[in-house]
């Protein structure tokens, strides 16, 4: 099946940096992206969805400007977590959609990002 | 709105079948999936049905749909200890296009 990846599997960052997490899509083009925030014992919450080429659309309550996705490439997005704090701590999970895989539109997951703020 | 709910928790015996279930409120959604977590990694995909259809069966798994009530299960048939996980339903809609996803049931399997 359609494999997703993300990068970095873990990262442990400072208060007041940024990180940036990669999904990519392996094996398939993915014209749309998504990306999930998991809390510990909790289910999935849309953060964003993201469309190659153009402005990802945030759900409500998600910062635009603190969370900045680029999706610039049918089988690149990235989530960039401006000026970190501990409460972005979470299990950041990315997933894609196979355009071409037929009308199931079903979604690729990937394995995940831990992210701490210290 | 949208919701999706399911039972937190299910424990059972290694053999026993399982039956986890949902109910979900948004009855435009046209797909139902039932997605597998196991710790520290993402969702599985385990198996999905079209809003038309009332059963679906692959292997060990059954899902049965009841679109009048809204309600969705998922059966695991003779159960083993690697299916412990959390098991997250899903609905799709406006247009297939957004996946609204449950809590998610963690089934806890007993040797």
């Known amino acids: 099946g359609a494999v997703v990846s993300q990068h970095p599997s873990r990262v442990i960052c400072k208060s007041g940096t940024s990180v940036k997490i990669e999904c990519r899509s392996l094996?398939?083009?993915?014209?749309?992206m998504f990306w999930y925030r998991q809390f510990p014992k909790q289910s999935l919450m849309l953060m964003a969805t993201s469309n190659e080429g153009s402005k990802a659309t945030y759900e409500q309550g998600v910062e635009k400007d603190k969370f900045l996705i680029n999706h610039a490439s049918l089988t690149l997005s990235t989530l960039t977590v401006t000026s970190a704090h501990p409460e972005d701590s979470s299990f950041y999970i990315c997933?894609?959609?196979?355009?071409?895989?037929?009308?199931?539109?079903?979604?690729?997951f990937g394995p995940g990002t831990r992210l701490t703020v210290t | 709105g949208e919701d999706v709910e399911q039972s937190l928790f299910l424990s059972v015996r290694e053999g026993d079948s399982s039956v986890i279930n949902c109910t979900y409120t948004d009855s435009s959604s046209t797909y139902l999936y039932w997605y597998k977590q196991e710790p520290g990694a993402g969702l599985q995909l385990l198996t999905y049905?079209?809003?038309?259809?009332d059963m679906k069966q692959d292997q060990r798994l059954t899902v049965l749909l009841n679109k009048k009530d809204k309600h969705l299960s998922l059966r695991i048939a003779d159960t083993q200890t690697g299916d412990s996980a959390i098991y997250f339903c899903a609905e799709s809609i406006t247009g297939g296009f957004k996946t609204i996803f449950g809590a998610g049931t963690r089934l806890f399997v007993k040797a």
């Open positions: 049905i079209f809003s038309n259809m």
């Open positions: 997933s894609a959609r196979d355009q071409v895989a037929g009308e199931t539109y079903e979604q690729y």
């Open positions: 094996d398939f083009q993915a014209t749309t």
